[in-house]
């Protein structure tokens, strides 16, 4: 079992000069959804994600030796460059959680800003941008002070692992295209400690296009937190995870093929299935909303009229992900600026596609 505590990992604080790291890290679109977990953030089924490009989080944590005799994590937090309590608390929580792992937080005194390309707790999954990027940051740190994480895969992996127990959706967002998180057969070397970067697909898949299509900025009511607890109790979970593993095997048959119709239509129930499961969930919730679903009444029949491979998606909140292949975009675009940009909060969305994955800024 993969054990990353490592109670070496200490500096001379007398020695050691103040530093600085910043990473951008995107957000990225489940097609199989993660949803349900166990014991520290482990998945109940494999899911696997689009790597976007253009929602990411931009995170600089500044560090120096702590000048004083305190226990504690010394953290200040801003976001957006404002001093953010809620956040700080958040953050220094995951940070004491990791504390076995680099211990050397304790030594530091640190200053973390983080700023997001798109609207928080909107179902953009500003969780896995987030944390993917503080992440990248810990270990660049790690490696900066101690030089143990010079192989690049050795590097990810360590990252994916650390993302994952702040969020479990951030540990795919350490790779490019698409990445593959919960152990299967389907994938060697697949595993539910971190996610593995999934390069088999068709190259159709490695510029997808993902339009994120904002019905409404709010936070959302139930926090995925909240909504992976309450798959516990739910007496369609079983079934789903059995569903989750089999559609694993078609999704991962279809990427490869370039077969966008199997593609298509396996992202749709996913979304659906995912908010049917809190539909069914004691105390039930709902996180679509009105224009959600006349989004998808238009995707269908625009679908259906045009025959253009245009296909929906949905993560934990009411916001349509618009999925198509990047060949067909000057059709497509008329058309989201006429039918859908309308019904999205101050007509906004957000293009975006399938990108390169995190960088260091
Ligand atoms: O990473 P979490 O705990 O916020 O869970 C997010 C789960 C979904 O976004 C709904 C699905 C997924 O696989 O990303």
Not at 12 to 28: H, I, M
Not at 33 to 46: F, I, M
Not at 338 to 343: G, S, V
Request: with cysteine; hydrophobic share 40%.
């Amino acid at each position: 079992m993969l054990d990353y505590t490592n109670p070496n990992l200490l500096v001379d604080t007398a020695t050691l000069e103040a530093g600085s790291t910043a990473w951008r890290s995107p957000s990225n679109l489940a097609i199989v959804k993660y949803w349900g977990k166990h014991g520290v953030q482990l998945p109940r089924n494999p899911s696997i994600s689009f790597t976007l490009q253009s929602a990411f989080t931009e995170t600089l944590v500044e560090y120096a030796p702590k000048t004083s005799t305190e226990e504690g994590i010394e953290l200040e937090f801003l976001f957006h460059r404002e001093p953010n309590e809620a956040f700080r608390a958040k953050v220094l929580k995951y940070l004491e959680s990791l504390t076995d792992i680099f211990p050397f937080l304790r030594q530091l005194q640190l200053r973390v800003q983080s700023g997001n390309s798109f609207p928080h707790s909107a179902g953009i999954a500003s969780s896995a941008s987030s944390m993917s990027a503080l992440a990248l940051c810990l270990c660049t740190i790690e490696d900066t002070l101690f030089d143990t994480l010079g192989d690049d895969e050795a590097f990810e992996r360590k990252a994916s692992y650390i993302a994952r127990l702040g969020s479990g959706s951030a540990c795919r967002s350490i790779y490019g295209g698409l990445g593959l998180w919960g152990k299967t057969d389907l994938h060697e070397g697949s595993s539910d400690l971190y996610a593995v970067p999934f390069q088999e697909a068709h190259e159709i898949f490695q510029s997808y296009q993902d339009d994120i299509l904002i019905v409404s900025r709010g936070e959302k009511a139930v926090s995925s937190r909240a909504g992976h607890a309450l798959m516990e109790g739910n007496p369609y979970a079983p079934a789903r995870y059995q569903q989750a593993n089999a559609r694993m095997q078609s999704l991962l048959d279809a990427l490869r093929a370039g077969d966008l119709e199997t593609f298509g239509q396996i992202a749709e129930n996913e979304a659906l299935t995912l908010h049917a499961l809190m539909m069914a969930s004691n105390p039930s919730y709902m996180l679509m909303q009105p224009n959600t679903l006349e989004m998808i009444y238009r995707i269908r029949a625009y679908r259906a009229d045009t025959k253009h491979p245009v296909y929906f998606s949905l993560d934990a909140g009411p916001n349509i992900h618009l999925l198509y292949p990047q060949d067909i975009i000057h059709e497509v675009r008329p058309w989201v600026d006429a039918e859908l940009a309308p019904l999205c909060e101050e007509n906004a969305y957000l293009p975006d596609f399938v990108g390169e994955g995190p960088e260091e800024i």
